[in-house]
C-alpha cells in the first residue's frame, strides 16, 4: 500500500512573499523483510552483506543475507541465558576489526545455581570458527559481570562508537523508581554508559580519556551516569553523535544527545524523569544533561525504542534524521537539527502496530525495523524525492509540473482548484499540494500569502521594474529594476519626477551593473 505524504506548513498571514525551507520527509513505509522469528530484538551487520538477528529468549543469533533468505544459525547461548520477562540475550556487537580477528561481544543475563550470580549481566568475548556463518561456541570470554537488584531494567544494548571503544548500556536495577538509587551511585555501573576497550585478547581495559579515571570515588568505566533504562542507543555513523533511548517511568519517555566525544554527564535519573522532576531527595548541587526530546504516557507511549541516524543513499529524504518509535504505541517518529542547535520533532508513521523493539542498519546503512511479534522490516519513503513550489506572476498562482493538483487557502482545499494555475479571489495563504502518478502527495514548500479585495499588499512597486506589479503597495524587496524610466535617468517612480519617492529604487540597485 502506498502512504501518502501529506506536508502541511503551519504559517501566518504576513505581507511578503515567504520561502520556507524543510527536509522532503513526511511519512516513512515499512516494508516486510523477513518473519517467523520467535522473539527478535535487535538486527546488526558484520560489516559485510548479512545481518544478524538477535532473539531474545530463544537466546541465539540467526544469520540472514540482505535478499533476506536465511543462511543458518550463527550462535546459540540458551545453555547459559537466563531468560523470561526482561532478560535474555540483549545485545550483540561485531569489534571495528571483526574481518580481521573474528572477535565480536554478546551482552546476556547469566543463569547459574548461584542465587548471587543468577542473573547477572554478563558482557563476554566470543570468536567466528572456520566457517563464516558459526560462531565458537567454546571461545567465550567473561569480560564483565555486573550484580542485578531485580530482574527488570537490565538494558541490554552494546555498540563500539567511532572512538573504537565498546560502549554498553546498563539499566537501574530494577523494581521501579530505582529504590536503590543505583542510577546516582557512581561506585555502581547500574544505571550508566559503560565505555571499555577491548583488543580483542579476552580482556578489556579503561580508556586513559573516561572521563572520571582520576575520580576515586567514580568507577574507572562510567562514561556518563544517570540513566534508567537505555534499551537502544546508537552512534550517528557520520558525525560520532550519540543517541540514547532512556526508558521512563510512569510519566515520560526520553531521547537524550550527546555530541561525539563528550564524556562525563548526567542524565538525570531518579531525580529527573524527561523534563520533569521526580525523586529530588538526594539531588541537591547535581548538574544534569536535559533530553532533547520527551513523550508523556498520556498521548500513548510506555516504552521508548531508541533508533538510529539514517545514513544511507537510497532516501535522500530521510538522511540525518534520527528515528524511534514506542513498543505501545507504534507511531514513529524523526529528529532533526533544525538549525539553531535543536531538532524538529516530526511524526512519520502513524502505525498502530504493537512491539517495536529495535532497529538496525545493514552494511551500506539502510534502516530495519525490528518487532516482537518476529518481523522485521525495511524502512523507506515511498515518496523520496518528491517536491514542488508555487509562484505569483502578479496576476495568478503557478505550481510546478505534477500529475493532479489542489490549491489550498489557509490550509484547506479550494473547491474546483485542480489546475496548475489559479487566479486567488479571497484574502489568505495559498499554497499546492501536488500528487503523483503513485498517490504520494506533497504541499508546496514555498507558499505565497496574499491580501485581495482590490490589491495584492506585496509585490514590485518600481514601475521601472521588468517584474512591476501595478497591484502592489508595499515593496517586496523582489524588483529587478532598470536604471531609467521613459528616458529620464533617475526616475525611478515614473512619475516625470526626480524626487524622494525614487530613493528605494536607487538603493534597490546600488552598487549593480549596468548591463
Known amino acids: 500500500m502506498i502512504m501518502k505524504r501529506l506536508f502541511t506548513l503551519l ?8 520561502c520556507y525551507a524543510q ?11 523477513v518473519s517467523g522469528y520467535s522473539d527478535p530484538v535487535g538486527i546488526y551487520n558484520a560489516g559485510d552483506n548479512r545481518l544478524f538477528i538477535l532473539e531474545q529468549n530463544q537466546s541465539d543469533i540467526e544469520i540472514v543475507d540482505l535478499n533476506g533468505n ?40 547469566n543463569s547459574t545455581s548461584n542465587p548471587i550470580t543468577n542473573g547477572q549481566t554478563v558482557i563476554a568475548e566470543y570468536t567466528v570458527s572456520g566457517d563464516p556463518n558459526v560462531a565458537d561456541a567454546s571461545s567465550g570470554v567473561t569480560l564483565l559481570s555486573i550484580n542485578q537488584d531485580f530482574s527488570n531494567h537490565n538494558g541490554g544494548h552494546i555498540a563500539f562508537g567511532a572512538d573504537g571503544y565498546l560502549y554498553i548500556g546498563t539499566g537501574d536495577g530494577g523494581s521501579g523508581g530505582d529504590p536503590n538509587n543505583r542510577a546516582q551511585d557512581t561506585n555502581s555501573h547500574l544505571g550508566k554508559m559503560l565505555r571499555i576497550a577491548v ?8 580508556p586513559i580519556d573516561n572521563p572520571f579515571v582520576s575520580d576515586a570515588s567514580v568507577l574507572d568505566e562510567i562514561w556518563s551516569i544517570g540513566l534508567r533504562n537505555p534499551w537502544k542507543f546508537s552512534f550517528d555513523s557520520q558525525t560520532g553523535d550519540l543517541w540514547i533511548g532512556d526508558v521512563g517511568q510512569n510519566v515520560k519517555e526520553e531521547v537524550n544527545f550527546e555530541p561525539a566525544g563528550t564524556g562525563g554527564l548526567n542524565y538525570g535519573w531518579r531525580c529527573r524523569e524527561g523534563f520533569s522532576s521526580y525523586n529530588t531527595s538526594g539531588c541537591n548541587g547535581l548538574t544534569f544533561t536535559e533530553p532533547v526530546a520527551d513523550y508523556s504516557h498520556s498521548a500513548g507511549p510506555c516504552s521508548i525504542t531508541g533508533g538510529h541516524v539514517y545514513r544511507g543513499s537510497v532516501y535522500e529524504s530521510m538522511v540525518g534524521h534520527y528515528f524511534l518509535t514506542d513498543y505501545c504505541d507504534g507511531k514513529f517518529y524523526s529528529l532533526s537539527p533544525d538549525g539553531n542547535g535543536g531538532f524538529d520533532e516530526t511524526l512519520v508513521l502513524e502505525s498502530s502496530q504493537f512491539g517495536f523493539v529495535a532497529f538496525g542498519n545493514d552494511v551500506t546503512n539502510e534502516l530495519y525495523a525490528v518487532n516482537v511479534n518476529g518481523t522485521i522490516y525495511k524502512i523507506t519513503d515511498p515518496c523520496d524525492g518528491l517536491s514542488a513550489s508555487s509562484s505569483f506572476d502578479g496576476v495568478s498562482l503557478q505550481c510546478t509540473a505534477a500529475d493532479s493538483y489542489q490549491w489550498l487557502l489557509d490550509g484547506a482545499p479550494i473547491s474546483a482548484a485542480n489546475n496548475s494555475s489559479y487566479t486567488p479571489e479571497d484574502s489568505g495563504v495559498y499554497s499546492c499540494i501536488v500528487t503523483d502518478a503513485g498517490g504520494c502527495e506533497f504541499t508546496t514548500t514555498e507558499y ?14 518600481i514601475q521601472c521594474s521588468s517584474n512591476f506589479n501595478p497591484l502592489a503597495t508595499i515593496d517586496d524587496g523582489s524588483c529587478t529594476t532598470d536604471w531609467s524610466c521613459g528616458g529620464c535617468p533617475g526616475d525611478f517612480t515614473g512619475d516625470g519626477f526626480i524626487n524622494v519617492s525614487d530613493l528605494g529604487g536607487f538603493l534597490g ?4 551593473e549596468c548591463e
Do not use: M, W
Open 11 to 18: 504559517v501566518s498571514v504576513a505581507i511578503v512573499l515567504h
Open 23 to 33: 527536509g522532503a520527509l513526511n511519512e516513512i513505509q515499512l516494508v516486510e523483510f
Open 70 to 109: 536465511y543462511q543458518g544459525k550463527f550462535l546459540d547461548l540458551s545453555s547459559i541465558t537466563l531468560t523470561g520477562g526482561e532478560r535474555g540475550l540483549l545485545g550483540l556487537a561485531f569489534h571495528p576489526e571483526y574481518a580481521t580477528n573474528g572477535k565480536f561481544y554478546v551482552n546476556y543475563t
Open 199 to 206: 583488543p580483542g585478547d579476552g580482556s578489556y581495559s579503561i
Open 448 to 461: 505565497i500569502s496574499l491580501v485581495v479585495g482590490g490589491v495584492y499588499l506585496e509585490g514590485c512597486t
Open 509 to 512: 540597485v546600488f552598487g549593480g
